[in-house]
């Protein structure tokens, strides 16, 4: 999928997608709660009120850069809480390649935040150790985030991700830490959303009078437009969490902003009552 932002080319690369089996994730989420929001249907959720949902990255090209943004899981990791995310073997980089973005011709790699399904393939297992997927990127996370993973990482899960996909890139001196809300470009900049997680970054794209958003997790799925209060259980902050969605959707609804999801896909924010809902795009 491709979309664009004034200059900005926007090509979306599928890792993984799943259909009804985002539960442990938002477990508010019922059947029966998802069917009683029918703007969903088709194209974020089922008849049935099964959650579509997909694990991606999203590759922006401005005439001058090639940034990856979030890396998805990643191929040979292990530790990973969800059986099916270690030791995988995806064609995702043959992937990258095809839609002609060939791993060496990425010049930045940014990370809305350090979650296990969105670092993934910073790194690869080369010679007995994780290298830079991207040798000729410079990788961008948020100095809040990265300093709060580095500091405080507790749980076995969290220990490995930063050790196999985050670590060995600042390791290699390939890393820069950027303020949440910093300009990388005339065109592109981060908005400070935390919540999902301490640093958490979603991006704006402003060119040529037209504007886009990569929310990142700051809702994992649509329906959380609809009910705000719908945390994901990867919060490290419920209550931040809803209020970085009001704030974050009333200043993009009602306006021709193209908005994509950190795991759906693209669509207009409308306000619906006290909450919003979420226009698909039509292909």
């Known amino acids: 999928m491709q979309w664009k932002v004034g200059k900005v080319r926007i090509t979306k690369i599928v890792e993984l997608e799943t259909v009804g089996s985002a539960k442990f994730i938002l477990p ?51 530790g ?14 043959e992937k990258l390649t095809l839609a002609g973005f060939p791993p060496d011709t990425i010049d930045t ?96 794209i402003r060119s040529d009078g037209e504007e886009g958003l990569l929310t990142g997790d700051v809702a994992h799925h649509p329906c959380q437009m609809a009910h705000l209060d719908w945390s994901s259980t990867a919060d490290s902050d419920a209550r931040q969490s809803a209020l970085a969605r009001r704030e974050l959707f009333s200043r993009f609804a009602d306006r021709p902003v193209l908005v994509i999801g950190g795991h759906y896909n693209a669509g207009h924010i409308k306000r619906d009552g006290e909450a919003f809902k979420f226009i698909a795009l039509q292909s």
């Open 28 to 78: 508010l989420a019922t059947n029966e709660e998802i069917q009683k929001l029918p703007w969903l249907i088709p194209h974020f959720a089922t008849e049935e009120g099964r959650l579509k949902m997909s694990i991606h990255s999203l590759v922006l090209e401005d005439g001058k850069r090639r940034i990856v943004v979030d890396t998805g899981l990643g191929n040979d990791k292990q």
């Open 80 to 93: 990973r809480n969800v059986p099916a995310w270690n030791n995988r073997n995806d064609p995702f980089l």
């Open 109 to 204: 790699v940014l990370c809305t935040h350090l979650h296990v399904d969105h670092v993934g393939w910073n790194t690869k297992w080369v010679g007995g150790k994780w290298v830079p997927t991207f040798a000729n990127a410079r990788y961008l996370f948020g100095k809040t985030e990265f300093e709060h993973w580095r500091d405080h990482s507790v749980e076995p899960a969290h220990i490995a991700v930063f050790a196999d996909s985050v670590k060995p890139i600042w390791d290699a001196g390939r890393a820069e830490l950027i303020a949440s809300d910093a300009s990388l470009t005339s065109e592109i900049s981060m908005i400070s959303t935390p919540g999902h997680s301490p640093g958490h970054m979603s991006i704006h």
